[in-house]
């Protein structure tokens, strides 16, 4: 008489020393102690906050294009911050949106 058997395998991802090098995973990036947050005062996203601790140079000059479905164009459009001249640390201003 056959039976069939039905083995399950639940992979694990660790650090453990003995696991493969292909099963290991990079330890995660430290994230500073505080991180930097705009507000962001009118337009679709009024009143939510920016994390900028990690935005590129460019973008924390010039402005960031982020993802809303609150804005004229609906789902998929995008919402343009720019920094605040009195305040480019802490206050990212609408511009206006796009598609």
């Known amino acids: 008489m056959c039976q069939n058997l039905v083995f399950t395998y639940a992979a694990t991802t660790t650090n453990e020393p003995n696991d493969p090098p292909q099963k290991r995973q990079p330890p995660p990036a430290k994230q500073p102690a505080h991180p ?7 337009g679709p996203l009024d009143g939510q906050l920016l ?12 402005g960031v294009l982020l993802m809303t479905d609150r804005g004229v164009f609906g789902p998929g459009g995008r919402a343009l911050y720019s ?17």
């Open 51 to 62: 994390d900028v601790t990690n935005l590129p140079e460019e973008e924390r000059v010039e």
């Open 36 to 42: 930097h947050v705009a507000h962001q005062p009118g």
């Open 83 to 99: 920094p605040s001249e009195a305040d480019p640390e802490g206050t990212f201003l609408w511009d206006g949106d796009a598609p």
